[in-house]
């Protein structure tokens, strides 16, 4: 006869086994309770040892800190209630936020554009933080991770803190200093067009970020006010410098969004789950492997010859053939003043441009020159016709002696942690208001328009074709009939 036990489940292994299912976390209360009425943050490790010597199984981490928890409540109420206990005393802290840069890092800042780009992302594992990355970027847009932040969310206070350490331990001895942000013009089209809903104006927009001269720019603008007016008023209230490339005084580098900075993304992953130790050993690991892998590819290029990374090579060159045919006039020999005229430009049925060239100024009309620290064709042309050495108006950023530099940082070990010195202090808790509750993940992606292919795009129903609604919503969706036994 096969009936229904509602007892404790209370069966033993005689040998160390793994896991059982039945040994959930309201057995481990049993055993865990008279130990947590004595210390309430006993480690998750001794709960572990205890339930192997009690009955011979092995429980997972997130069993045994889910019988913890439960012990916790049992025997003060609650977390906050245990927490307030320890603090009574004031002989523990409470951890908030922390702040963690490596040293190869910090050195390598000197070597990279003078940019950094910020980023943050949700943890999903124990605790309600988030996990903000600083990344600065080498000549060849590599992503090199400066400095890291785990703090409780996304809050003004967060970033406020988050961003005056980094000027504090980082960035404090290098000009121009912290403070001069910028805005990416992915967001600025996503803004606009979560108001306006117009294409061809996010079209323009777009065109006039990218513009080098100021002409440029004012063309685009006049373009969207001809198309709405109430448009062109949104787009002037935001400051030019912080999103047109015509008037950021080439502090960006040819770097309009943030892209690169969300590749950081894909590099951590996996990381969101874990706790704080096993977190920072996480991101230096993976960074010494950078390090580790981009110093023999940049030695090899110079091994070979080569002054400049393949891009740029490849780059340059092109740019050089049409300079070979533009028209180089001198104007001023003393000023250095030259009068450049491209050729025909048979692709766009148009006359080529002419610009005045100021090499011992380092300055161009077509303003590539100041925004992206390279030659412009202009230059190259010039360079050609007086046999001049075009590298010295390239950037020290995009050479590869400066990138091995760069590299040339390296990560030691850590020694473990029995033998480091010991620290005077109180011992720090977790903070219990940010536990994540125990309910099933979900995701913390909010799609908006940016997530769109198309203006406009909407589900579609598979059953009635009908735009808005999916086929687990559809109202003609027909019943199930219940299967009927013939015997």
């Keep these: 006869m096969i009936s229904r036990y509602n007892s404790p489940h209370s069966c033993a292994s005689i040998a160390i086994a793994r896991d059982h299912p039945k040994l959930d976390s ?31 199984f092995t429980i997972s981490y997130r069993k045994a800190w889910r019988g913890k928890q439960k012990a916790v409540a049992q025997v003060y109420g609650s977390w906050v209630a245990s927490y307030d206990k320890l603090m009574g005393d004031n002989s523990v802290v409470q951890f908030k936020r922390m702040f963690w840069a490596f040293k190869p890092c910090i050195n390598t800042w000197w070597k990279l554009e003078p940019m950094l780009e910020v980023d943050g992302m949700f943890l999903y594992g124990k605790y309600k933080h988030s996990l903000f990355i600083v ?6 847009r590599n992503i090199i991770p400066i400095a890291f932040a785990l703090v409780e969310g996304e809050t003004e206070s967060a970033w406020s803190w988050f ?18 942000n910028v805005f990416c013009i992915r967001h600025v089209l996503s803004n606009l067009n979560s108001k306006f809903r117009n294409r061809a104006i996010m079209s323009l927009l777009m065109k006039a970020g990218h513009e080098y001269t100021h002409r440029g720019f004012e063309r685009r603008l006049e373009a969207i006010c001809t198309l709405n007016k109430d448009a062109s008023r949104w787009i002037k209230n935001i400051p030019r410098e912080k999103w047109a490339r015509a008037y950021n005084g080439g502090r960006r580098y040819d770097y309009m969004t943030t892209n690169l900075a969300e590749c950081m993304n894909g590099v951590l992953e996996g990381v969101h789950y874990l706790l704080v130790t096993t977190l920072v050993q996480v991101t230096l690991y993976k ?38 045919i533009c028209k180089v006039t001198l104007r001023n020999e003393d000023l250095g003043e030259f009068e450049v005229e491209e050729p025909y430009n048979q692709q766009e049925q148009r006359l080529g441009r002419r610009c005045r060239v100021y090499l011992s100024q380092r300055l161009c009309d077509c303003r590539e020159l100041q925004q992206l620290h390279l030659p412009c064709i202009h230059v190259l042309a010039t360079c050609v016709d007086v046999t001049h050495e075009f590298r010295l108006y390239v950037d020290l950023i995009y050479k590869l002696e400066n990138m091995l530099m760069a590299y040339s940082q390296s990560f030691h070990p850590i020694e473990g942690e029995e033998y480091w010195p010991h620290v005077p202090g109180r011992p720090v808790m977790h903070n219990p208001q940010a536990l994540r509750p125990l309910v099933g993940p979900r995701t ?12 406009g795009n ?30």
């Excluded at 950078?290 to 060159?317: C, E, M, S």
């Excluded at 913390?444 to 203006?455: A, T």
């Design 26 to 56: 309201d057995m481990i209360v049993r055993i865990t309770v008279d130990l947590v009425a004595k210390k309430a943050d006993i480690p998750i490790s001794l709960v572990v040892e205890t339930v192997k010597k009690a009955w011979g």
């Design 135 to 140: 990344m600065g970027q080498d000549g060849n």
């Design 163 to 180: 961003l005056w350490r980094l000027r504090e331990h980082v960035t404090k001895d290098r000009e121009p200093p912290l403070g001069y």
């Design 287 to 324: 960074f010494a492997e950078f390090f580790n892998d981009r110093r023999p590819q940049v030695q090899a290029q110079i091994n070979a010859g080569h002054v400049f990374y393949k891009d740029l090579r490849d780059t340059i060159f092109k740019n050089l053939e049409i300079a070979r």
């Design 444 to 455: 913390s992606r909010i799609c908006n328009e940016m997530n769109w292919k198309e203006l």
């Design 458 to 487: 909407k589900p579609k129903c598979s059953l009635c074709r009908v735009e808005g609604h999916t086929k687990k919503k559809c109202l003609n969706k027909k019943p199930m009939q219940p299967w009927i036994y013939m015997s």
